[in-house]
Structure formats: structure tokens, C-alpha cells
């Protein structure tokens, strides 16, 4: 299997591959001039490629074939959770990236108590990366800046959000349902609290603009658990046949 890196542009026979990706192909695989590469450039296109020539911090490619894969087929599924703790919000950007997830919005809450800041999202965009090549996907996985709950809601309330909405609670008092495969909306929606939780009225807010409950039986699950668990039933339950 040919090793994989990341580049920005694939529109030209000649590209050059640099920063940390470039490192990786110098330094850990220690690629050579005239060795096979794919390269991905994070929107669909990936590139059979071979190495010409390097220096300290690039490495200069020539493409040899083009292919572009596409989304249309399959259904979109945006998680918008509170951040986890530490490194647990590095796994949760990992495994959404590897099960196929479009888009994580990362989502501030009355009890959310992580605010990442600029350089953290900048290290989650390289956790994208490193998840796309493990896994041969060829579309970086989304990263949208904080918002609060009221702008979501908002948002999805106008259709500036489209989709169905979801909202993981674990709540026996809220009545809870299970996606039904019968119904297919190529677009779906998944709400994830903090740890602490949605507070009664975030709840009742989300439900008024339309929000399904989704739970785990039995259990209460962490951030990034519901996050993985959840966006992978909708993505299975809703996925083209």
C-alpha cells in the first residue's frame, strides 16, 4: 500500500508537499527521489505521485493519475458537541474523521467547561490529517469554530443548518426515539452536551426547533463516546442501500 501525504493543491503535474507532511515523507518513511506516494488534497481528489527531488523542509512531487470520489451519495452527518477534556477531544476528532462524520462543530453550552483556543484547533486539524491518511479518506472532516447552543439552534431553526436534528440526553422522562432507516434524510444533525450535561431549558429549547432524543440504554456515555457512538448509527441507519 503506497504511503500517504497531504497537499493543499493537486491542479498541476507538479506539486510540492512541505511542513510536517514533508518531514514525515523525508524523516519517518525516508522516501526517496523516483518513490510511489498518494496524495490527498482534502476535497475529494487524490493523486498517484512519485518523488523527483527534495529539500530540508519539501518534497517536490510529479502526479502521474488523478482520481476525485464524491459525497452525494452517502448521508452528511454533523456532530456539534461540547469539547471533552484534554486528550479525549483529540480521540473524538479522530475517530469521527476515520468513521466518515462531515462536520464537527464544537459547541459551548451553559456547563461546557473546555474553551479550545486557536493553537488546540490548529492540533485537531492535524489529528484531520493523520486520520484521513490512516484511513484513505480523501475529505478533511469540517472544523467549525465554537459557537453557543442559541446560535446553533438558531441556525438550524432558519435552515442555515439544514438537517434533521438529534440530541443525545439521557433523560427517562424525554420521550426517546431511534433513527428509523425508513425515512432517509441524507442530512443529519447530532447534538452532544457537556459532561454535566444539557440543562432543562437547553433541552426544551432544542426540542421546541424540532430536536428527536436519541440515548444509549441504560447507560450514561462520555462526550466523545455519544459522539462516536451516535454519529455512527446515523451514518449506518441512514446510508443509501
Not at 497531504?6 to 523516483?34: I, M, N, Q, W, Y
Not at 420521550?175 to 452532544?192: E, G, K, Y
Amino acid at each position: 500500500m503506497l504511503p500517504r501525504a497531504f497537499c493543499e493543491s493537486l491542479l498541476t503535474d507538479d506539486v510540492v508537499v512541505d511542513d510536517t507532511e514533508a518531514h514525515h515523507l523525508l524523516h519517518v518513511l525516508r522516501l526517496k527521489p523516483g518513490d510511489p506516494l498518494q496524495l490527498f488534497d482534502g476535497c475529494g481528489t487524490e493523486a498517484d505521485a512519485f518523488v523527483t527531488r527534495s529539500s530540508r523542509r519539501e518534497v517536490f512531487c510529479t502526479v502521474a493519475t488523478r482520481r476525485t470520489t464524491s459525497q452525494i451519495d452517502r448521508v452528511r452527518v454533523t456532530v456539534i458537541a461540547a469539547p471533552p477534556k484534554a486528550d479525549r477531544l483529540n480521540w473524538m476528532v479522530e475517530k469521527l474523521t476515520e468513521i466518515g462524520v462531515e462536520r464537527l462543530i464544537l459547541l459551548q453550552t451553559d456547563r461546557t467547561e473546555v474553551i479550545p483556543g486557536e493553537s488546540r484547533r490548529e492540533k485537531l486539524r492535524s489529528s484531520v490529517i493523520a486520520a484521513c491518511k490512516q484511513c484513505r479518506r480523501n475529505e478533511l472532516m469540517q472544523l467549525s469554530p465554537l459557537q453557543t447552543l442559541t446560535s446553533v439552534l438558531d441556525d438550524i431553526a432558519t435552515a442555515r443548518l439544514p438537517g434533521e436534528l438529534w440530541i443525545a440526553h439521557p433523560s427517562p422522562s424525554v420521550p426517546t426515539r431511534s433513527p428509523d432507516a425508513a425515512m432517509p434524510i441524507q442530512s443529519q444533525l447530532l447534538l452532544i452536551g457537556p459532561e454535566g450535561g444539557f440543562t432543562d431549558a437547553e433541552l426544551q429549547t432544542a426540542l421546541k426547533v424540532g430536536a428527536r432524543v436519541i440515548s444509549w440504554p441504560r447507560m450514561i456515555l462520555r462526550i466523545e463516546t455519544a459522539a462516536v457512538v451516535f454519529a455512527t448509527q446515523l451514518l449506518s441507519n441512514y446510508a443509501p442501500r
